[in-house]
């Protein structure tokens, strides 16, 4: 249960401070600025991390999760929990931020500036380079030591700071969820909750390709 409570907890800091960092900067006519909201996605992420990877993994992703069972690091049995907790949390933050930021139009949600097909690629692709780096960092059960929360981070940062002002950078189904529920901007939702888990499936097989696949598996 401990790790249960540990996703829900870090994917609710995770959604509620980087999408808050959006909304501050919707309704503040870009105060945070974009590079400051990609330093907040990427140090939050790093942060719970460190708070929660010895307990959870601190996967905070239902991708991530489902390509760690891909993977053979982590119990497919474990995915449904982990991924509702994810979810909630999610949610949660949400409603948070439906409460603190009524004036905003977004709360955070990810919403594509280009056509949808396209952003449907750059998903993909951003789950995938997220899921490269955490798969050769990471154990999968667990986050242990510094190289995990500052590669993680930085992909993260990375990512938000090019691909945010295209399609957010979500990365991360329950990340986009959450917002949806409470700014209703469902229309494009289905790109953030299937290219994310292509994506990091993608970063699992091309790990076997190039890497003793023992390591892949999580037996090394």
């Known amino acids: 249960m401990k790790r249960y409570i540990a996703e829900l907890i870090g994917t609710f800091s995770m959604v509620f401070c980087g999408c808050a960092a959006m909304s501050v900067n919707e309704i503040t006519a870009g105060s945070v600025t974009h590079p400051g909201i990609a330093i907040t996605w990427g140090l939050i992420v790093m942060g719970m991390i460190y708070a929660f990877g010895d ?10 999760t489902v390509a760690f069972a891909y993977a053979k690091k982590f119990s497919w049995r474990e995915v449904p929990k982990y991924v509702l907790a994810q979810l909630v949390g999610a949610t949660i933050a949400g409603a948070f931020l439906w ?4 004036e905003s139009e977004f709360l955070g949600s990810t919403v594509p500036s280009f056509d949808y097909f396209r952003a449907f690629i750059l ?5 995938f380079f997220l899921m490269l780096v955490i798969i050769n960092v990471s154990t999968g059960a667990k986050e242990i030591g510094i190289i995990a929360g500052i590669a993680i981070g930085g992909i993260v940062l990375l990512e938000a700071m090019f691909a945010g002002p295209m399609t957010n950078a979500s990365m991360n189904p329950a990340r986009s969820l959450g ?4 700014s209703g901007k469902w229309e494009p939702i289905w790109i953030y909750l299937t290219a994310p888990f292509i994506g990091a499936i ?11 696949e023992q390591c892949c598996d999580g037996q090394c």
Do not use: M, R, T
């Open 55 to 64: 307990i959870s993994g601190a996967h905070l992703n239902p991708a991530v």
């Open 99 to 102: 409460f603190l930021f009524p």
């Open 123 to 127: 998903e993909i692709l951003l789950a």
């Open 179 to 182: 917002p949806a529920i409470f």
């Open 202 to 212: 993608l970063a699992v097989i091309s790990c076997k390709l190039v890497k003793d």
